[in-house]
């Protein structure tokens, strides 16, 4: 009696939060999470970062806005717009898709204060502070901000930082 009220209680919650149910993964580096979050259908962010990933050898670290599908893709839309072309083209073209990753995406295993280069070779003064928390470093990189929620996973993954702009407005990426 008491596995079946389990089950009964347990499968709304399981499928009630997504079509596609709970997903328990979790990533073990940054490129298995953008990976994973390539599976949902509306994340054009990180499927336009899997093919420079997939070709980028060595350490990583990536830049992902920390705000849901919607909002990530309405900045992307809204910076698109500004360089005439849309968020449509930007879908079937891997040569802008390529540049947003390359502009995001940094060739080393973590951040550190200094002037890193992106893939791009675009150079980024970043600056990173302890938090005290155990959550990681608090890194500023110009317009953004990051922490790398693969933190916990040091020293056997790369990082991934969710981003924020440090004025409200801005983008939460860098420009392409």
């Known amino acids: 009696m008491p596995r079946r009220l389990l089950l009964l209680i347990l499968t709304p919650l399981l499928t009630g939060c997504d079509p596609g149910g709970l997903d328990l993964y979790s990533p073990t580096d940054a490129r298995d999470y953008v990976r994973s979050c390539a599976r949902a259908r509306s994340d054009v962010m990180c499927r336009a970062m899997q093919p420079t990933l997939a070709a980028t050898t060595g350490p990583v670290s990536v830049l992902l806005p920390n705000d849901g599908d919607d909002n990530r893709e309405q900045a992307l839309a809204r910076f698109l717009a500004g360089r005439g072309t849309t968020l449509t083209a930007f879908r079937s073209e891997p040569a ?34 302890d938090q005290g928390t155990g959550l990681g470093p608090d890194c500023r990189l110009g317009p953004l901000r990051g922490l790398d929620h693969m933190h916990h996973l040091k020293p056997r993954a790369d990082s991934l930082y969710a981003t924020s702009p440090t004025t409200p407005g801005t983008l939460p990426f860098f420009p392409f």
């Open 96 to 129: 802008l898709q390529a540049a947003f990753a390359r502009a995001n995406i940094f060739p080393v295993a973590q951040l550190t204060t200094g002037t890193h280069r992106t893939l791009d070779g675009t150079p980024h003064e970043v600056t990173c502070t």
